[in-house]
């Protein structure tokens, strides 16, 4: 299987998941997101982790010629500086990134946004487009 079709496939499911998650859970994840920017062990321990499948990501996947490869692209690129921003920034860093999205119609964006991506992504990568 070719790695543009698998990396499809897996994000497509996971951003279509995600982004349903943050529709129909809003106020649980919004806690969740509130216990997170408290707990410095678990940002490191994520961090790393994040950071590790961030580097695994973009150094063997970088192709920005066509619209389904350049979301692949950037989502890798997108993984890699979430987790080194979990394990280089403050709890007040990490607290102001995160309060934008415990208000207003952002939140709901965000999720929209990986919904649609992740929608096209799995079409493509199952060939349904």
Known sequence: MDITILFEKVFGIYLVLSGILVLIQQEHMISIGRMF?????????????????????????????????????????????????LLFATDKQINKLMAPFFKGPIYKVWGAAALIAGLYLAALGFGLL
């Open 37 to 85: 920017g408290k707990d410095a062990a678990l940002r490191l321990s994520m961090g790393a982790l994040i950071t590790l499948g961030g580097l695994f990501m973009v150094l063997t996947y970088h192709d920005w010629t066509t619209t389904a490869t350049s979301i692949v692209t950037l989502v890798g690129w997108l993984v890699l500086v979430k987790g080194l921003t």
